[in-house]
């Protein structure tokens, strides 16, 4: 059974900085496509950020500049580097994997304030 784990949320300052993690275990395949989403109260899941097998990235336009998304396939694994934060970051955090049908995360909250 394939379990996305996530860690590295909480609460920062404005301005600051966090790095999200996110182990996937029970499966020996490499995914495809790995990512993270966010949702914020009231409002809709949204993609932040995604990254191939091969490595090409692609992010939200609020994010882009300040959100960095990487993997690394030994460990079957995906990293989100938020830096800049703001208060509209403020969301559940959730990974994501795809191979064959997509794979989440149980989510993580991100919250900026001061």
């Known amino acids: 059974q394939v379990q996305l784990v996530e860690s590295g949320g909480g609460l920062v300052q404005p301005g600051g900085s966090l790095r999200l993690s996110c182990a996937a275990s029970?499966?020996?395949?490499?995914?495809?496509?790995m990512g993270w989403y966010r949702q914020a109260p009231g409002k809709e899941r949204e993609s932040v950020a995604v990254?191939?097998?091969?490595?090409?990235?692609d992010y939200a336009d609020s994010v882009k500049g300040r959100f960095t998304i990487s993997r690394d396939n030994t460990k079957n694994a995906v990293y989100l580097q938020m830096n800049s934060l703001k208060p509209d970051d403020t969301a559940v955090y959730y990974c994501?994997?795809?191979?064959?049908?997509?794979?989440w995360g149980q989510g993580t909250q991100v919250t900026v304030s001061s």
């Open positions: 994501y994997a795809y191979k064959l049908v997509p794979y």
């Open positions: 029970g499966t020996i395949f490499r995914f495809n496509a």
């Open positions: 990254i191939s097998s091969v490595g090409t990235t």
